[in-house]
């Protein structure tokens, strides 16, 4: 038998400037320690863990016993679309129409989707640093210039308007937003997002408001830029079912945008994924149409665990932590320590078994910060705080 012939990889360019998402690393390397016998409390992946609630789940059963097991448009069912359609003229207070939803398998292609379709080489996006790491990479894959609005602890992570104004320019082509905001749990107030529209003006730049945590906020109202004067037209709103929901596994998102621009992202969802799933669009509709209760329950509780982790981070040395007021995410400032990021993740988990994200998963601007799932149990966030003070003690 004549020997294998090892040919070298040669990969196309623009794979060089594709990123990652660390938290799916870290699971990894958390679960191997696990099968090392190690015990390791999970708080590095944003997934909540609560079980998809039961009206949704016999809804996606009866789907799949009805035939909802073939091909659909590739924009999503004209069902669920409508339905989408309804929520959002609710809630985000404009007139939204079937036409303008894209429904897709989980949130991401919606941004890619949005990147490609809108950027080209040399075209600026302005992005949140710290951020989720996605839309760095995004840019960067398409060869845009990913430019960083830093993310500042002073501001509440919100963005500071007039640093914003200052990063604009003739080749600006996009702005993404996302409040609540993953990793900080940072909410961009009302005030905020008006000043924003109006820094934008009537330039035609697009605005990708992921919004994917509208739905878990400790206080307050969410507001979107699209609900605000002359944006709706240049806003591309992301939500979904995975968050809200507890959907992960389902893969559902979908995005909002004028009728054009749908039109574009319809024939990306045709040439990569074809279609959504059916049956999970008919849970879809259960999910929007069907009990909330479940919902409020779960922010309920997601914000009672903020309180609990919050108020033991602040009293473990070297740590001080902001309140955050969305999402299921801690991001305490860990500069007292005299660690950087990075080491202080990876040492928590070897030596303390409790996975962490250093700050720099979600850019340079995340460095002296990490940030904690507490899509957990109470008992294991407490032992995890437990854990940590433990380690601190030893090591500080």
């Not at 849970?283 to 665990?305: N, P, W």
Request: charged share 20%.
């Amino acid at each position: 038998m004549s020997p294998t012939t090892q040919h070298e990889l040669l990969l196309a360019r623009r794979m060089s400037r594709l990123g990652t998402e660390t938290a799916f690393e870290v699971l990894n390397k958390a679960r191997a320690l696990e099968r090392q016998g190690r015990s390791i409390i999970h708080l590095e992946i944003g997934e909540p863990d609560f079980d998809t609630p039961a009206n949704i789940v016999e809804a996606g059963v009866n789907a799949l016993r009805s035939g909802w097991t073939h091909y659909g448009p590739a924009a999503g069912l004209p069902e669920l679309r409508q339905t989408i359609a309804e929520y959002v003229s609710r809630t985000r207070g404009v007139k939204v129409a079937g036409e303008e939803v894209v429904v897709v398998p989980g949130g991401k292609p919606i941004i890619f989707f949005t990147i490609l379709a809108l950027v080209d080489e040399g075209d600026e996006v302005i992005y949140p640093n710290p951020g989720f790491p996605i839309y760095e990479s995004m840019i960067n894959y398409v060869g845009g210039r990913a430019v960083p609005i830093q993310l500042r602890e002073e501001r509440d992570f919100s963005v500071d308007v007039n640093e914003l104004a200052a990063l604009i320019s003739d080749r600006t082509k996009a702005i993404i937003l996302n409040s609540p905001h993953n990793p900080t749990g940072g909410v961009m107030p009302r005030r905020d997002v008006e000043q924003v529209a109006r820094v934008i003006g009537d330039r035609n730049i697009f605005v990708l408001s992921d919004e994917i945590y509208s739905r878990l906020l400790f206080e307050g109202e969410h507001f979107s830029i699209m609900s605000a004067p002359g944006m709706q037209e240049r806003t591309i709103l992301l939500d979904g079912f995975s968050k809200t929901y507890a959907m992960t596994g389902w893969r559902m998102g979908y995005g909002v945008m004028r009728p054009d621009l749908a039109a574009q992202m319809t024939r990306l969802m045709t040439n990569s994924n074809s279609c959504t799933a059916s049956f999970t669009q008919m849970a879809g509709i259960e999910a929007l149409g069907g009990d909330q209760s479940s919902v409020d329950h779960m922010c309920a509780e997601f914000k009672r665990r903020r309180d609990v982790f919050v108020a033991g981070l602040n009293k473990i040395k070297g740590f001080s932590c902001r309140m955050p007021h969305g999402a299921f995410y801690v991001f305490p400032n860990i500069t007292k320590t005299g660690w950087k990021s990075k080491p202080l993740a990876d040492a928590l988990l070897d030596q303390a078994g409790v996975a962490a994200l250093s700050g720099t998963a979600f850019g340079e601007f995340g460095e002296g910060y990490l940030r904690f799932s507490i899509a957990n149990s109470l008992e294991n966030l407490q032992q995890a705080l437990d854990r940590v003070e433990q380690w601190t003690s030893k090591n500080l």
